[in-house]
């Protein structure tokens, strides 16, 4: 139903000829026919229900529950969205008419022309003004905005139910009474929005009541629209009455008109946020900003409802009618979701910019209001301020004053220039301030210039006579008053000039600790500045003494019986000359330190170079020996006395390599000795050398030890040198972390490779004899004594042999496939690599001998 937006200006004037053509008027001598009045009362009724409704409301007899004007204002405030003036609750029939006054009067401020009807027939109870009021309203808030094609109320929802039916074997709509007999004109309108309600091509044109009674019991449904009348009342009767169907049926247009009604309501509403006439006034504004929080708060949500159940409206037939393989609907142009969708999106623009207008506005209102209130707050102030100093500068008291008077009055008067000075920034404030209110348009800114003006004249005449009297009082001044300003000037610079010769006598005698020549050079640097500013120290000192010789002159050229000694400084000339000659004592003191310290710094560096140059030499060489010994360890080529001497070699390099360990060792010395603590050229520390150079020694040890091992065990379990080189490769490949050592992971690797089948137990037992400690870890010396024990004590390749024919399924030969799927990935690698292929009876592509390989792990074939 249509609302009315607050602060939109909906100014619809309607003259007779277009709100309500002649035929409709009522006439207070005519009689209603019975039929149509029984008609109009069940129409009506429910119309009205169905807004009372939303209030929790609703009316039983519809001339007897209008009369005392209380549910009629409801229901137009229900249908418009607005708030009527306050209802009389009495029960007295005043109060009665009173409130249908109300009412009616809200009617007519709505542009329609009230045709013989009276509040006193209505709280009377008259059947045909009741029900020609009810008409009028839904006239004006049912039909009135009904627009279609140009044409608007009846003719345009006429012209709507025509083009809506157009398509439909046997509905031909050409008025409001006979067109609708047979009931199928009102299921067409159905069929042709929600065409997933009924079944148009199972109707038959015989059956009016059947069609009628169908398609009222489906609007009531699932429309939301009331049964407003009887089939019965329609099909008998030759006429049925037309307001009955007009209104019955307007409800379809608003029940499926909901896009253009929608439209309608953005095209109104975006010309009322585009409108941009400020308000001179601050409550006006607010006034336009309250507006607007209604329609944002009251009047839009309904919409943005409205918009959403639109769309799953149609989204929910288009899903129904593409399940029941029915084509899909197509709205009118420029109806279409998306033009919805464009149209919102224009509002939303305007309405943004209309908010931040308003509020600008606010903000320009409220800042003149704030610029006025301040104006007058600085106006009163300075006024009251200026209040009677004008007769105070016109004073002549100063001339039968004495030389002690007139210094006082100067003194005050000082003091009084220093007031006129400080206000000098409200006056300007006030003009700046005056200014800016008549550059925004205030409403009272004559009297704001009047007032502005007066107070810029004052001023100016407080200038000019504050200046006259310091001339006076300057003229008065004599011989005291110069003196007493040497004094003064004595005092202002002799204060600080003394206070510059302490601090440079305390900086002068500061101890200072330094730790590299660009410190040292800092202060030197520092010190060379210092010295340059003597000069310009000595002219201020000769200056201040000038001071004091002009003071002792006057007095003794004048004959002043007054003392030469300051009342504005304790500072004397003596303290001043005796000070000076102590800075010049102190300056080439220091200068012999600062030198001193810079020789220190300069032996320092030599020392930290002489250090770097060896840490730097020392340090790469101590790591590349730990990579030669790691590489050593690791190989598997070459007899173990080679290895052996090999080390034995680099063994005799490292200790002829003490000596330069033993010289940066003494260079150290010097740099603690002389208090070094950081070496920006190395990275290198002693320590650092020394923990690397006992790391080298005990590696090349440890590393010949264990070569010296592996020969004797070799030689005592009878051992050879490619069984060796075997078990190297095995210890290696499994060897992870490379590091010489293997965990328990790697060693059980390492094992089921050879073929073992272990169970826990097992190999526990197995690293109680390879791990005795408990370490975790498995050298390779270990590695080796097992696995000489194992060879000697058992048949290990006919071991090995059996699991691999176990794992190929009795064939003679394995697959690289069958190994990746049985073995650990590691474990499998290690015997594809070492595999050769197998070239017996039975032989595939890939076959790889197992047999050979276990015999070749074991020292029992030549492969």
Known sequence: ??????????????????????????????????????????????????????????????????????????????????????????????????????????????????????????????????????????????????????????????LWCQRKTAPYRNVNIQNFHTSWKDGLGLCALIH??????????????????????????????????????????????????????????????????????????????????ENRTPEKTMQAMQKKLEDFRDYRRKHKPPKVQEKCQLEINFNTLQTKLRISNRPAFMPSEGKMVSDIAGAWQRLEQAEKGYEEWLLNEIRRLERLEHLAEKFRQKASTHETWAYGKEQ?????????????????????????????????????????????????????????????????????RLGTLTQKRREALERMEKLLETIDQLHLEFAKR???????????????????????????????????????????????RQSIMAIQNEVEKVIQSYNIRISSSNPYSTVTMDELRTKWDKVKQLVPIRDQSLQEELARQHANERLRRQFAAQANAIGPWIQNKMEEIARSSIQITGALEDQMNQLKQYEHNIINYKNNIDKLEGDHQLIQEALVFDNKHTNYTMEHIRVGWELLLTTIARTINEVETQILTRDAKGITQEQMNEFRASFNHFDRRKNGLMDHEDFRACLISMGYDLGEAEFARIMTLVDPNGQGTVT????????????????????????????????????????????????????????????????????????????????????
């Open 1 to 158: 139903m249509n609302q009315i937006e607050p602060g939109v200006q909906y100014n619809y004037v309607y003259d007779e000829d277009e709100y309500m053509i002649q035929e409709e008027e009522w006439d207070r001598d005519l009689l209603l026919d019975p039929a149509w009045e029984k008609q109009q009362r069940k129409t009506f009724t429910a119309w009205c229900n169905s807004h009372l409704r939303k209030a929790g409301t609703q009316i039983e007899n519809i001339e007897e529950d209008f009369r005392n004007g209380l549910k009629l204002m409801l229901l137009l405030e229900v249908i418009s969205g607005e708030r009527l003036p306050k209802p009389d609750r009495g029960k007295m029939r005043f109060h009665k008419i009173a409130n249908v006054n109300k009412a009616l009067d809200y009617i007519a401020s709505k542009g329609v022309k009230l045709v013989s009807i009276g509040a006193e027939e209505i709280v009377d109870g008259n059947v045909k003004m009741t029900l020609g009021m009810i008409w009028t309203i839904i006239l004006r808030f049912a039909i009135q905005d009904i627009s279609v094609e140009e044409t608007s109320a009846k003719e345009g929802l006429l």
């Open 192 to 273: 042709r929005h929600r065409p997933d309600l009924i079944d148009y091509s199972k109707l038959n044109k015989d059956d009016p009541i059947g069609n009628i009674n169908l398609a009222m019991e489906i609007a009531e449904k699932h429309l939301d629209i009331p049964k407003m009348l009887d089939a019965e009342d329609i099909v008998n009767t030759p006429k049925p009455d037309e307001r009955a169907i007009m209104t019955y049926v307007s409800c379809f247009y608003h029940a499926f008109a909901g896009a253009e009604q929608l439209l309608e309501w953005i095209r109104r509403t975006i010309p009322w946020l």
């Open 392 to 460: 105070i500068l016109l004073q002549k008291d100063y001339e039968s004053a004495s030389l002690t008077e007139v210094r006082a009055l100067l003194r005050k008067h000082e003091a009084f220039e220093s007031d006129l000075a400080a206000h000098q920034d409200r006056v300007e404030q006030i003009a700046a301030i005056a200014q800016e209110l008549n550059e925004l348009d205030y409403h009272d800114a004559v009297n704001v210039n009047d007032r502005c003006q007066k107070i810029c004249d004052q001023w100016d």
């Open 780 to 863: 390779f010396q270990s590695f080796i004594d097992f696995m000489t024990r194992e060879t000697a004590d058992t048949d290990t390749a006919e071991q090995v042999i059996a699991s691999f024919r176990i794992l190929a399924s009795d064939k003679p030969y394995i697959l690289a496939e069958e190994l990746r799927r049985e073995l650990p990935p590691d474990q499998a690698q290690y015997c594809i690599k070492r595999m050769p292929a197998y070239s017996g009876p039975g032989s595939v592509p890939g076959a790889l001998d197992y047999a050979a390989f276990s015999s070749a792990l074991y020292g029992e074939s030549d492969l």
């Open 494 to 540: 002799a204060a600080p000039f003394n206070n510059w010769m302490e601090g440079a006598m305390e900086d002068l005698q500061d101890m200072f600790i330094v730790h590299s020549i660009e410190e040292i050079q800092s202060l030197i640097t520092a010190h060379e500045q210092f010295k340059a500013t003597l000069p310009e120290a000595d002219g201020e």
